[in-house]
Nanobody, 115 residues
């Protein structure tokens, strides 16, 4: 499984961005996909999850009500719609996929929110 993120950038506080993660390879083996966020000097934080089987979603408290994770199975793409962005949302956002007991990662995309 290969993952490629896009959509990061610089945005003012209160603005919106939409990230995309395109999966390729053995995508039919993916059980769930996730978005993680990492700030320099800290561990990656799980912020959103979507099940490939049921479409069920889960969110970290820090983004609940502002971020929405979704998927397009035809395009093999997962999205993260981020609204009402805050300065503390700044970081590198990584896409992750669970497949056959392994975790796969994208290269990350930088999101910078100016206050």
């Amino acid at each position: 499984v290969q993952l490629v993120e896009s959509g990061g950038g610089l945005v003012q506080a209160g603005g919106s961005l939409r990230l995309a993660c395109v999966a390729s390879g053995s995508t039919f083996t993916i059980r769930a996909m996730h978005w993680f966020r990492q700030v320099p000097g800290t561990e990656r934080e799980l912020i959103a999850r979507i099940s490939s089987l049921t479409g069920a979603t889960n969110y970290a408290d820090s983004v609940k009500g502002r971020f929405t994770v979704s998927r397009d199975d035809v395009k093999n793409t997962m999205y993260l719609q981020m609204n009402n962005l805050k300065f503390e949302d700044t970081g590198v956002y990584y896409c992750n996929a669970e497949s056959r007991g392994f975790n796969y990662w994208g290269q990350g995309t930088q999101v910078t929110v100016s206050s």
